[in-house]
């Protein structure tokens, strides 16, 4: 049994000891960090997964981003872990499945991330070679999910934070 919550300020250290734990060293060095640099996370979509001792078994992150020349304000997920001790309990598709219901009910219409296709398909995510993030990216894995229908339509170019 696991409690989703908003991460608070408190949460701070132990959500970045589970990423640093859950991503190789130098996580902060890919192109997707420079859209997270000097903005303000999501705070309504950012979940903590507590367990039943109140240790942390997972978290999820939202950064606002506009994209392309209209600047169309859209969602960036990630990043999404899950303590080794509880990978394989569905937490991580309970963290995506309930944040983006959240983000659709808050009136956001789409969300972008760079991840594996495979995985985030069951989710709705779709490749979208239109979006261009900073380099170096994959553009295989650049991913797009419409919140609302026809969301992602004639979007493309150069995707930027954004302070809300």
């Known amino acids: 049994m696991f409690r989703l919550s908003p991460e608070a300020p408190d949460d701070e250290y132990e959500v970045e000891y589970l990423f640093d ?50 600047r169309k304000p859209g969602l960036l997920l990630g990043p999404v872990a899950v303590h080794p001790t509880h990978q394989g309990e569905g937490l991580g598709a309970s963290l995506i499945w309930d944040s983006l219901d959240r983000a659709r009910v808050a009136g956001w219409q789409r969300v972008i991330l760079v991840g594996d296709a495979p995985y985030y398909q069951r989710f709705g995510f779709h490749q979208n070679a239109a979006l261009k993030f900073p380099p170096p990216t994959n553009p295989d894995r650049v991913l797009a999910l419409e919140l609302v229908k026809d969301a992602m339509q004639g979007l493309s170019g150069k995707v930027r934070r954004f302070k809300l």
């Open 21 to 70: 734990l859950s991503f190789a060293p130098g996580r902060q060095a890919l192109s997707s960090y420079r859209l997270r640099e000097g903005v303000d996370r999501v705070a309504d979509l950012s979940l903590v997964a507590r367990d039943t001792l109140d240790g942390v078994a997972g978290a999820i992150r939202f950064w606002p981003v506009t994209i392309g020349k209209t």
